[in-house]
């Protein structure tokens, strides 16, 4: 079934910068958009933005422009995001997740990356 | 950005009854709104998309409904595997905008 799986748990100091991998399987990798999400502890969840695995071109949300960067290697079926300037606030499950019907719904997700920024 | 609102933040009911989640957004969104079930410490699930689409593999007891502002989500008999968080997203408009969740505990 499709796939989506996601590199281990990073712990981070501030100012630092996290890349986190997301390979993707049984499916057509560069057919579908792939989206990252975050969730700080106990709270919602804050879209971050998306990667077009076939074009590399991406859109970011506002929130995080100038600091993340999201690319690809459709080789080996693997969308990065990578977030750089690293704050306490970082701190959060990073997913990402397909875009199933090529109108931003997302399925499945990974199983989630766990980035904890500490000094 | 469109603001998306969750109502109630929290509920408790027992398995069997009727449940009903609302999400409302700050502007028509037309059908561009789907749920997400996310269970304790796992990733978020897709239940419905498109508003009323139920996607594959999830059980029938999940519906949904509601266009432009005010969206529902109705568990028709709620089962022990269903008490988590649901979470609607609008996919209208850039930036894509989730609601705050609402967490279903067993009363």
């Known amino acids: 079934q499709v796939q989506l799986v996601q590199s281990g748990a990073e712990v981070k100091k501030p100012g630092a910068s996290v890349k986190v991998s997301c390979k993707a399987s049984?499916?057509?990798?560069?057919?579908?958009?792939m989206h990252w999400v975050r969730q700080a502890p106990g709270q919602g969840l804050e879209w971050m933005g998306w990667?077009?695995?076939?074009?590399?071109?991406?859109n970011y949300a506002q929130t995080f422009q100038g600091r993340v960067t999201m690319t690809r290697d459709t080789s080996i079926s693997t969308a990065y995001m990578e977030l750089s300037r690293l704050i306490s606030d970082d701190t959060a499950v990073y997913y990402c997740?397909?875009?199933?019907?090529?109108?931003?719904?997302?399925?499945?997700w990974g199983q989630g990356t766990l980035v904890t920024v500490s000094s | 950005d469109i603001q998306m609102t969750q109502s109630p933040s929290s509920l408790s009911a027992s398995v069997g009854d009727r449940l009903t989640i609302t999400c409302r957004a700050s502007?028509?969104?037309?059908?561009?709104l789907n749920w997400y079930q996310q269970k304790s410490g796992k990733a978020p699930k897709l239940l419905i998309y498109?508003?009323?689409s139920l996607q594959s593999g999830v059980p029938s007891r999940f519906s949904g409904g509601g266009s432009g502002s005010d969206f529902t989500l109705t568990i028709s008999s709620l089962q022990p595997e269903d008490f988590a968080t649901y979470y609607c997203?609008?996919?209208?408009?850039?930036?894509?905008?989730f609601g705050g969740g609402t967490k279903v505990e067993i009363k």
């Open positions: 049984e499916y057509t990798f560069t057919g579908h958009y």
């Open positions: 498109a508003a009323s």
């Open positions: 502007q028509s969104i037309s059908t561009y």
């Open positions: 997740a397909r875009d199933v019907t090529g109108g931003s719904v997302f399925d499945p």
């Open positions: 997203q609008q996919s209208y408009s850039i930036p894509l905008t």
């Open positions: 990667i077009n695995p076939n074009s590399g071109n991406t």
